[in-house]
């Protein structure tokens, strides 16, 4: 089954760090290029960072740039978001989503995973 | 950063009922409009890509088009498993950035 699965959200103070993981299965996923989205609680969704599907490049939203950092790995599938220096702000669920076509960056999100949920509170 | 407004941002309606969402960018961005439904507690779902294009199982109520700033998605005849919100995305450039939804509602 084609799918992806987050994993790694939970309660963390103002100031902590968190890394969250999206565990790939069903495509090749060194194949495509992937993202997080994320999502406050009754808000619109925000784009948060993008990766190449060779790693060659990364993109950032400018809320997070020099804060949040996304990698893969294509030996066991999976994306990751290290989060560093988290604010109150930052409190979402956050989606891993795989682009539509291979080879490409076309930020068509065609396969969300459900979302895990980061909250920061003191 | 490319800002993306949507109208209207709700809108109440009913099922069998034609409706159109608008999407306008505040820059051109050519066809790099996509458009997503999402449900209550579901993740988005994408519908549209490349201002027009239909995404495989996506019924063909759905439409999308538009260039340049202004684009519109068009669902005719709803069904009650329409009733959600969607957004426009924009991919001509990063950072990628939605619009604000809008939702449909029930009347």
């Known amino acids: 089954e084609v799918q992806l699965l987050e994993s790694g959200g939970g309660l963390v103070q103002p100031g902590g760090s968190l890394r969250l993981s999206c565990a790939a299965s069903g495509f090749t996923f060194s194949y495509y290029a992937m993202s997080w989205v994320r999502q406050a609680p009754g808000k619109g969704l925000e784009w948060v960072s993008s990766?190449?599907?060779?790693?060659?490049?990364?993109y950032y939203a400018g809320s997070v740039q020099g804060r949040f950092t996304i990698s893969r790995n294509s030996a066991t599938n999976t994306l990751y978001l290290q989060m560093t220096s988290l604010t109150v702000e930052d409190t979402a669920v956050y989606y891993c989503?795989?682009?539509?076509?291979?080879?490409?960056?076309?930020?068509?999100?065609?396969?969300w995973g459900r979302g895990t949920l980061v909250t920061v509170s003191p | 950063d490319i800002q993306m407004t949507q109208s209207p941002s709700s809108l109440s309606t009913s099922v069998g009922d034609r409706v159109t969402i608008a999407c306008r960018a505040s820059q051109p961005i050519n066809t790099y409009l996509n458009w997503y439904q999402q449900r209550p507690g579901r993740a988005p779902k994408l519908l549209i890509y490349?201002?027009?294009t239909l995404q495989t199982g996506v019924p063909l109520r759905f439409s999308g088009s538009g260039s340049g700033t202004d684009f519109t998605l068009t669902i005719t005849s709803l069904q009650p498993e329409d009733f959600a919100t969607y957004y426009c995305?924009?991919?001509?450039?990063?950072?990628?950035?939605f619009g604000q939804g809008t939702r449909l509602e029930i009347k």
């Open positions: 989503a795989k682009d539509l076509m291979m080879y490409a960056k076309h930020w068509y999100f065609d396969l």
């Open positions: 990766i190449d599907d060779n790693s060659g490049g990364t």
């Open positions: 490349a201002g027009s």
């Open positions: 995305q924009q991919t001509y450039n990063t950072p990628i950035t």
